[in-house]
């Protein structure tokens, strides 16, 4: 019940703060576009960014922290404020960083269901798990020439254009309330002079409980979504291989009650050019049905595993619990969760097209 009192407390004092009043005058307002939340010797610490800009144009950009730490969330934004000359805004974050011991530790969604709660912020906002602790992340030295906040959001957003899921503050917030479905996140690593997007973070309610390697994030993304671009390597044996690039993907789940059980079927088309290749010899018609053979074979292989790999963990990001309850009238979904996700049987089906073989024929 404390915490619970703690939480709740921590939700107005951050919401009053969120709001700017009108009193206040630009120059005289510390806004806060990145938040970085870290447990560090039992204790929270959150982290706030703010990009200053200079009045010379010749002048760069310059990045400012403020850290403040305590035993529970309720007094944080009070310490945030205590630190700031300036009055601290909350409104306009852009983006918010969670280290993954935080996450899978004390949950994420306290935070997050705070930060929503605050009229004046963005619901495209971008969350993401860190590696690193996210105030060194936050207070990194990166080899670009824009605000911190920004890298990261166009990080993150250009990702998702690419390899990875759509995964906005509305994104989680809609998979954590959705009955029969599991949030995920990005997953960001500190690397030499920048920071990589490594993985897809898996949630069980709130924690985080599993990370996706990039390639089966990104195999993860064709079974949810429709996708145009992505760049995905076959290799055929040990002397063959090929990569498509801007390949497209398009799945439909079907759900059917039968009288022996609810079965579940998922069609995934795919097409795309080919990008390189090695070992293999001219693209006739005979080569190509054989690559397109191949790559439905593979393909339909690595979704069924992944799909597996989902019931083992008792997960569910995909949403097939979700799709379920939508074509099943009555469904207990908890029932459902326990005794019969882990074992149902999913049928995958891949059609995979070559359209091009470019510049490598």
């Known amino acids: 019940m404390m915490k619970r009192i703690c939480i709740l407390s921590f939700m107005v004092i951050f919401l009053v703060g969120g709001c700017s009043p009108t009193s206040h005058h630009v120059e005289e307002i510390f806004y806060i576009q990145a938040m970085g939340h870290d447990l560090e010797d039992g204790e929270y610490r959150i982290t706030g960014l703010s990009t200053i800009f200079m009045a010379a144009e010749e002048l760069m950009p310059e990045d400012k922290t403020i850290n403040v730490s305590g035993e529970s969330l309720e007094n944080l934004y009070d310490s945030l404020q205590a630190e700031s000359p300036r009055y601290v805004d909350t409104g306009r974050t852009r983006v918010h960083l969670f280290h993954e011991d935080f996450a899978s530790q004390?949950?994420?969604?306290?935070?997050l269901d705070t930060i929503?709660?605050?009229?004046?912020?963005?619901?495209?906002?971008?969350?993401?798990?860190?590696?690193?602790p996210a105030r060194d992340m936050l207070e990194g030295d990166y080899d670009f020439d824009q605000p911190i906040f920004r890298y990261l959001k166009?990080?993150?957003?250009?990702?998702?254009?690419?390899?990875?899921?759509?995964?906005?503050?509305?994104?989680?917030?809609?998979?954590?309330?959705?009955?029969g479905a599991d949030a995920y996140l990005p997953m960001l690593e500190l690397k030499e002079g920048h920071?990589?997007?490594?993985?897809?973070?898996?949630?069980?309610?709130?924690?985080l409980v599993e990370t996706l390697t990039l390639d089966d994030a990104q195999n993860f993304r064709a079974l949810i979504e429709s996708t145009e671009e992505g760049t995905v390597h076959m290799a055929l044996n040990e002397n063959k291989g090929v990569s498509f690039h801007r390949l497209s993907s398009d799945s439909d789940w079907t759900i059917n009650q039968e009288p022996d059980g609810t079965h579940v079927q998922v069609d995934v088309e795919m097409e795309g050019p080919i990008r390189q290749s090695y070992g293999i010899e001219g693209y006739g018609q005979e080569n190509i049905e054989q690559l397109e053979q191949g790559a439905t074979e593979e393909f339909e292989r690595r979704f069924s595993e992944l799909i597996e790999?989902?019931?083992?963990?008792?997960i569910d990001p995909i949403g097939i619990g979700e799709r379920v309850g939508q074509n099943v009238r009555g469904l207990d979904i908890q029932q459902w969760e326990e005794e019969v996700y882990p074992d149902i049987d999913v049928e995958v089906n891949v059609d995979f097209t070559i359209d091009d073989t470019g510049a490598v024929e």
């Open 195 to 207: 920071v990589g997007v490594v993985g897809l973070a898996l949630f069980q309610e709130d924690r």
């Open 116 to 132: 929503q709660r605050n009229p004046m912020i963005n619901q495209d906002m971008q969350v993401a798990i860190t590696r690193e």
């Open 309 to 314: 790999q989902f019931q083992e963990q008792n």
């Open 106 to 111: 004390e949950g994420v969604f306290p935070s």
């Open 154 to 179: 166009e990080l993150i957003e250009q990702n998702q254009e690419e390899q990875m899921p759509q995964t906005s503050l509305h994104d989680f917030m809609y998979n954590y309330y959705a009955e």
